[in-house]
């Protein structure tokens, strides 16, 4: 199990694509550089379209874990 | 080493220097002519009127800002019947522009799927299926658009096409009105491009 001191949970239960990434986009800049945000997902397209979006934005996915929903912990970094 | 010697090295140590320095010269023009690479921008041809394509390009155009692309949307021929406002209204039109008014769509509400539209029961089940899954309307992908900077852009010669007016169009921060070479220019930036 990934456990990481998550900074900022975002709730983005039920919202299917694009939603997620979109939501993400517009939150990121809501914690600092270097602090960590779970997010909690049910669109099962998350778990390839978080690692795409850090990728392309410069930010990193440090982990998942599948159980009742997905969580998928991202760090700032920049 | 006698004299004579002495100059020789000199001599050859100065041709030396100006060839390096010729070199040098040949690279720094040749470093002043690479033109950048292109963005990291999406640029995209909207020309279908189709509700399903619509969707489509909203959402792709959405993702790839959230995802920090820059996006430019070129909306044309058909596609441009989707930024009409149903409540909006223009007047002094000749009769093929009223034809072609009254017969599109008055805004992207009215739009229809490109397949299976079934007399418009195939587009209010596909509604009616969306909102069962939350997945956002064409309102909110708009919205969203909207907040993300994504930029519209339309094209004037299908405007004058089709008769429609600028004032009949939606409210869209910064949306304006180009040719194709404004198309091109953007395109040839851009890392990616989509014709939808």
Redesign the interface.
């Given at each position: 199990m990934s456990d990481y001191a998550a900074d900022k949970v975002l709730d983005l239960k039920g919202l299917p694509c694009p939603m997620p990434v979109v939501k993400m986009s517009q939150e990121i800049g809501s914690v600092d550089v270097g602090q960590i945000i779970e997010v909690h997902t049910t669109d099962p397209g998350s778990l390839s379209d978080f690692p795409a979006w850090a990728e392309t934005s410069g930010n990193e996915v440090l982990g998942s874990e599948q159980g009742e929903f997905i969580k998928i912990f991202i760090k700032r970094n920049n | 080493m006698n004299a004579e010697a002495a100059v020789n090295l000199d001599a050859n140590q100065d041709q030396g220097m100006a060839a390096l320095q010729g070199q040098l010269d040949e690279i720094k023009k040749q470093v002043a002519g690479i033109k950048p690479g292109p963005e990291?921008k999406l640029s995209m041809v909207v020309f279908s009127g189709d509700l399903d394509k619509m969707l489509a390009s909203m959402?792709i155009a959405?993702?790839a800002?959230?995802?920090?692309?820059k996006v430019v949307m070129f909306f044309t021929f058909w596609g441009t019947a989707a930024l009409r406002d149903a409540k909006k209204q223009a007047g002094g039109k000749d009769f093929m522009s009223k034809m072609f008014g009254w017969m599109l769509p008055k805004g992207r509400g009215e739009l229809k799927l490109s397949q299976m539209n079934m007399g418009g029961m195939g587009t209010a089940m596909l509604k009616g299926l969306m909102k069962k899954?939350?997945?956002?309307t064409l309102d909110q992908l708009f919205d969203?658009a909207a907040?993300?900077n994504v930029e519209i852009k339309v094209c004037e010669m299908s405007m004058d096409l089709m008769g429609f007016k600028h004032e009949e169009l939606i409210d869209y921060p910064g949306m304006d009105y180009v040719g194709v070479a404004t198309f091109l220019a953007h395109a040839k930036n851009s890392a990616n491009q989509l014709f939808i």
């Open positions: - | 990291n959402i959405t993702g800002a959230a995802m920090g692309m899954k939350n997945a956002p969203i907040q993300l």
